[in-house]
C-alpha cells in the first residue's frame, strides 16, 4: 500500500467529523457519510467534555466554537445516600468541565468541518465495504458509493463498520440501566455551577441547579431488560415519572426533583450500553474511531472526549506512517491502553449503580473511590484530565 491521501469518514456525530478535521490538517482528503438525513436535532441528553477532550479539540482549532455552546461545571459534589462530599474545584491549570447539548456539539462540529471545505453528506447509511489493492470502496443503503484510499468507522456504539472488521466482533453490553434527563423548576440548595451525583437508596442520579432559576437532573434507573430508544419511549413519560418516583422514593432531593416535573420535560435516553474490550480495531483499510471501537460507560464522563482524542491520534499516525496497517497498529497501539483503564475505572463505579442490596455490598468498594477522588484528586484524575497530544511530534511504527 502507498501513503494514504484519501479517508471515508463513516459517521457524523462527534469521532467523525473530528476525524474529517484531523485528516485535513495532516493533509489528507477525508469525506464524512452520516446514516440520518439531518443533524442530531434533539436527540441525546447532555454530555461532558473533559480538559482533556477540550485540549484535543484546540488541535483542530474547534476548542473554541465549543465552548462557545457549553456550561463549565466547576465544582463536583458526590454523595453516598445523605453524606455529601464537595469535590474541589477542578485541577489547577485545567480548564473546568464543559457541559453542552449532544445536539449542540454535533451541530457545532457538523458547521466547523463544512466551514473547512469538508463535505459531510446525509442519508449515507453504509451497508458494506469492500477493498481493493489500490483502495476501498464503501456501499451505502440508497445503492450509492464511495471510494478512498482507507475508511474509518465513526458510526457509533452500534457501529456497521465494527462487523465488518470482523463479523464474531461482540457489540455493547446492557449496564442493567435506563437514562433519563429532565428539567423542573424545583430549586435545590446547591452551589452554582456545582453538579452532584448521588448514589441514593436504590438507584444512582444526579443533579445541578440551572442558571436562571431550576435544575436539571438525571436518572439511571435499574431495569434489567434492556429497551431499546423507540422501545422506551412508547412508555408514555408520566408513566415513566411514576416509576422513577416509585424508584428513588426514599432519597432528597431525588424524590422531590421527580415530583416537581412535567411529563413534557422528560426526556428518555433509553438502555445505557458499554463497549467490551474488541479484539480487533482494524482490518486491512479499516479502521475503528469513538464509541465503534471503545464506549465507556457514562459514569466516566469521557465518551465523548476519548471519542475525540483517539479521532486526532488516528490522523497523526495516517499522516507519518507510509500505509494504513502501520499506521493503523500504531493508532491501536497509542490508544488501546489509556482507553481500556478508563472504561475499567468507569465500569467498577458503574456496578455501584445497581439497587438496594447489591449497592450495599458494592458501597465499600466505592467509598474508597469517592474519597480518593475527594482526598487527592491529583493522583485520581491527572491521568485522564491532563493528557495532551503534541500534534507536532512525528509517530513512528516502534511507537
Ligand atoms: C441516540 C444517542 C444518544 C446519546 N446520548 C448521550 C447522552 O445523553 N450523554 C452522553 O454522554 N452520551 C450520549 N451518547 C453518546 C455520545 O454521543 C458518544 O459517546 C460520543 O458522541 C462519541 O461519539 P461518536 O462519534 O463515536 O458516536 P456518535 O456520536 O454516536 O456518532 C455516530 C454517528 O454515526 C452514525 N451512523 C451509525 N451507523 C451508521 C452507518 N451504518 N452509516 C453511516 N452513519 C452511521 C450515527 O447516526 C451517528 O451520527 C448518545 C449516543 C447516541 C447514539
Known amino acids: 500500500m502507498s501513503k494514504i491521501t484519501t479517508a471515508l469518514v463513516i459517521g457524523g456525530g462527534v469521532a467523525g467529523p473530528v476525524a474529517a478535521m484531523a485528516l485535513r490538517r495532516a493533509g489528507i482528503d477525508a469525506a464524512v457519510y452520516e446514516a440520518y438525513p439531518t443533524t442530531a ?19 483542530i482549532a474547534a476548542e473554541d466554537a465549543v465552548l462557545a455552546v457549553a ?69 451505502f443503503a440508497d445503492g450509492s458509493h464511495a471510494s478512498a484510499d482507507v475508511l474509518i468507522g465513526a458510526d457509533g456504539i452500534h457501529s456497521t463498520v465494527r462487523t465488518l472488521i470482523d463479523p464474531d466482533a461482540p457489540g455493547p453490553d446492557y449496564t442493567g440501566l435506563l437514562g433519563f434527563e429532565a428539567i423542573t423548576g424545583y430549586e435545590v440548595p446547591a452551589e452554582p455551577d456545582t453538579i452532584t451525583f448521588v448514589f441514593g437508596k436504590r438507584g444512582y442520579y444526579l443533579y445541578r441547579p440551572r442558571p436562571g432559576g431550576g435544575t436539571e437532573w438525571g436518572a439511571n434507573l435499574p431495569q434489567d ?92 499516525c495516517l499522516r507519518d506512517l507510509p500505509a ?53 484528586p491529583e493522583r485520581a484524575l491527572a491521568p485522564v484530565q491532563r493528557y495532551t497530544i503534541d500534534w507536532d511530534e512525528p509517530v513512528t511504527a516502534a511507537h
Do not use: C
Open 41 to 59: 436535532d434533539g436527540i441525546g441528553g447532555s454530555l461532558a467534555i473533559a480538559p482533556n477532550g477540550l485540549a484535543a479539540l484546540g488541535t
Open 71 to 139: 456550561r463549565p461545571i466547576s465544582r463536583m459534589a458526590m454523595a453516598v445516600g445523605t453524606r455529601r462530599f464537595l469535590t474541589q474545584p477542578g485541577l489547577p491549570g485545567l480548564p473546568p468541565l464543559q457541559l453542552l447539548w449532544r445536539a449542540d456539539l454535533h451541530h457545532v462540529l457538523h458547521d466547523r468541518a463544512v466551514a473547512q471545505g469538508i463535505p459531510i453528506t446525509h442519508g449515507k447509511r453504509l451497508v458494506d465495504a469492500e477493498e481493493t489493492t489500490s483502495g476501498i470502496t464503501a456501499r
Open 225 to 316: 431488560r434492556p429497551m431499546s430508544l423507540a422501545e422506551a419511549r412508547q412508555v408514555p413519560a408520566a408513566d415513566w415519572l411514576g416509576i422513577l418516583g416509585e424508584a428513588y422514593a426514599e432519597d432528597v432531593p431525588g424524590h422531590q426533583l421527580i415530583q416537581h416535573t412535567s411529563a413534557d420535560r422528560l426526556q428518555v435516553l433509553g438502555s445505557l450500553r458499554i463497549m467490551p474490550s474488541l479484539p480487533h480495531w482494524h482490518r486491512g483499510r479499516m479502521v475503528l474511531v469513538g464509541d465503534a471501537a471503545h464506549a465507556p460507560s457514562n459514569t466516566s464522563g469521557q465518551g465523548a472526549s476519548l471519542a475525540i482524542e483517539s479521532a486526532v491520534q488516528l490522523a497523526r
Open 324 to 376: 494504513a496497517p502501520s499506521a493503523f497498529a500504531a493508532y491501536e497501539r497509542l490508544r488501546r491502553p489509556r482507553v481500556e483503564q478508563i472504561a475499567a475505572g468507569a465500569a467498577r463505579v458503574n456496578r455501584a449503580k445497581a439497587p438496594g442490596p447489591v449497592a450495599r455490598v458494592l458501597m465499600p468498594l466505592l467509598m474508597p473511590i469517592v474519597m480518593k477522588t475527594v482526598m487527592a
